[in-house]
Nanobody, 122 residues
């Protein structure tokens, strides 16, 4: 399994932007479909966005479509999540995940980062 390390979280006002990064090591990065999930206090971990191995195709949860953009740089073994027009309901711990098949469920991904906190103040 790949080692994934997220960075870029923080405190931002509603309407602002943040960019999360996730650096991978230990495995061939292009073997993995990459995704972002998030978990708010008292709630289950939910799917946010997914990107294919080549980066050609992306898929988003309805709640973030049009505001968030997932991308990857295979040369740097890094996946990104650009978050714009942030809302208070986007407050959560954001997790990077990697899997061989992809999907939108927690069980579809075998490698996970430790998470990074994003707090949006209203």
């Amino acid at each position: 399994q790949a080692l994934l390390v997220e960075s870029g979280g923080g405190l931002v006002q509603a309407g602002g932007s943040l960019r999360l990064s996730c650096a991978a090591s230990g495995r061939t990065f292009t073997d993995y479909v990459m995704a972002w999930f998030r978990q708010a206090p008292g709630k289950e971990r939910e799917f946010v966005a997914r990107i294919t191995r080549s980066g050609a195709y992306t898929y988003y949860a309805d709640s973030v479509k049009g505001r968030f953009t997932i991308s990857r740089d295979n040369a740097k073994s890094t996946v990104y999540l650009q978050m714009n027009s942030l809302k208070s309901e986007d407050t959560a711990v954001y997790y990077c995940a990697g899997g061989r098949q992809g999907g939108t469920s927690y069980s579809d991904f075998s490698s996970w980062g430790q998470g990074t906190q994003v707090t949006v103040s209203s």
